[in-house]
């Protein structure tokens, strides 16, 4: 608990006990002080409480719209992985199960040395990339 709380409940336990030593002998004006004197505590807890609940909203909010922007950032790379096991499936013939290493698979036209595949065919697109930026 925290020490405003205790602090709250140390008031009350003197409110119902009485008067403390070196106080005021009159047990109503001694209480009616403790009891002011609680009010101003509680409303004092209650501004924290207040604070913490705002503090409380804003942080879930917060983490929330991280929370978005994870998920769409892991779609985005499953995405760019699936992308990434195409080309590796279309560029490198020992990935593709069933066809034999000599079958091509060609993307547009080609003919004879116009075939390219492995480090040639990743030459050719960043080649073609590099033209289109």
């Known amino acids: 608990m925290s020490r405003a709380f205790h602090h709250v409940l140390s008031r009350l336990n003197q409110a119902a006990n009485g008067p403390q030593e070196g106080r005021k002998t009159d047990t109503r004006t001694v209480r009616l002080d403790d009891l ?5 505590d509680w409303n004092r807890l209650d501004d924290l409480a207040r604070t913490a609940d705002k503090a409380y909203a804003e942080v879930w909010e917060k983490a929330h ?10 779609r985005n790379a499953e995405a760019l992985q699936l992308n990434a096991d195409r080309y590796v499936w279309l560029r490198d013939p020992d990935t593709r199960e069933g066809l034999e290493p000599e079958d091509c698979i060609v993307v547009g036209i080609a003919e004879g040395e ?4 492995l480090e040639q065919l990743d030459q050719a697109i960043d080649v073609n990339m590099g033209e289109k930026s």
Do not use: F, P, Y
């Open 114 to 117: 116009d075939i390219v595949w």
């Open 36 to 40: 002011r004197q609680l009010l101003n």
């Open 65 to 74: 719209a991280l929370q978005s922007e994870m998920d769409a950032a892991l």
